[in-house]
């Protein structure tokens, strides 16, 4: 059964950090690219990042480049989200998603991000 | 970047309705266009990929068309698990997705 966990949501002040993880389980992990797609309080879906299978390829919104950072260790099935610079319309309900063939079929239950003073 | 235009943005409808949500591309997106279901507090799910193949699982009453830019998801005859927010999404650059749709009943 594939699943995705993610974790490492919390409460951060403006321009602190934070690192999400999504961990893997159920399918070839590297064969896939994978996703963060967030979402704020009340409003719509917003993808933030992806990464190719092998890391080669990796790409942002234009709302998180240069802040957020996006990697994979394929040895332990995780995804990481390493966060910057954060502002308060980052926060949001950070989902990973697995990309096949170009649609998001698993998701992960999200974790809570907040960015307040 | 590519922009989508879904619409409505709200829909209040009966049980055994059929509903119709519509989600047009900025530009030519061929068929790399999705929906997804999002219930309260839960993740999104995927109902119909390449415009028009219904994920394995997904009812029979859900169905999207379209090629290109503009495109339709259709429930044929609302049951009331329907009621969520469906989203579309395109995938012929960078992922982006419509605003949504709240299905009420």
Same mark, same amino acid.
């Given at each position: 059964?594939? =699943?995705?966990?993610?974790?490492? /949501?919390?409460?951060?002040?403006?321009?602190?950090?934070?690192?999400?993880?999504?961990?893997?389980?159920?399918?070839?992990?590297?064969?896939?690219?994978?996703?963060?797609?967030?979402?704020?309080?009340?409003?719509?879906?917003?993808?933030?990042?992806?990464?190719?299978?092998?890391?080669?390829?990796?790409?942002?919104?234009?709302?998180?480049?240069?802040?957020?950072?996006?990697?994979?260790?394929?040895?332990?099935?995780?995804?990481?989200?390493?966060?910057?610079?954060?502002?308060?319309?980052?926060?949001?309900?950070?989902?990973?998603?697995?990309?096949?063939?170009?649609?998001?079929?698993?998701?992960?239950?999200?974790?809570?991000?907040?960015?307040?003073? | @970047?590519?922009?989508?235009?879904?619409?409505?943005?709200?829909?209040?409808?009966?049980?055994?309705?059929?509903?119709?949500?519509?989600?047009?591309?900025?530009? @030519? !997106?061929?068929?790399?266009?999705?929906?997804? =279901?999002?219930? #309260?507090?839960?993740?999104?799910?995927?109902? !119909?990929?390449?415009?028009?193949?219904?994920?394995?699982?997904?009812?029979?009453?859900?169905?999207?068309?379209?090629? /290109?830019? @503009?495109?339709?998801?259709?429930?044929?005859?609302?049951?009331?698990? @329907?009621?969520?927010?469906?989203?579309?999404?395109?995938?012929?650059?960078? #992922?982006?997705?419509?605003?949504?749709?709240?299905?009420?009943?």
């Amino acid at each position: 059964e594939v =699943q995705l966990v993610e974790s490492g /949501g919390g409460l951060v002040k403006p321009g602190g950090s934070l690192r999400l993880s999504c961990a893997a389980s159920g399918f070839s992990f590297s064969n896939y690219t994978m996703n963060w797609v967030r979402q704020a309080p009340g409003k719509g879906l917003e993808w933030v990042s992806s990464i190719s299978g092998r890391s080669s390829f990796i790409y942002y919104a234009d709302s998180v480049k240069g802040r957020f950072t996006l990697s994979r260790d394929n040895a332990n099935d995780s995804l990481y989200l390493q966060m910057n610079s954060l502002r308060a319309e980052d926060t949001a309900v950070y989902y990973c998603a697995r990309d096949f063939d170009s649609h998001f079929d698993f998701w992960g239950q999200g974790t809570l991000v907040t960015v307040s003073s | @970047d590519i922009q989508m235009t879904q619409s409505p943005s709200s829909l209040s409808a009966s049980v055994g309705d059929r509903v119709i949500i519509t989600c047009q591309a900025s530009q @030519d !997106i061929r068929n790399y266009l999705n929906w997804y =279901q999002q219930k #309260p507090g839960k993740a999104p799910n995927l109902l !119909i990929y390449d415009a028009s193949t219904l994920e394995t699982g997904v009812p029979s009453r859900f169905s999207g068309s379209g090629y /290109g830019t @503009d495109f339709t998801f259709t429930i044929s005859s609302l049951q009331p698990e @329907d009621i969520a927010t469906y989203y579309c999404q395109q995938y012929d650059n960078l #992922p982006s997705f419509g605003q949504g749709t709240r299905l009420e009943i």
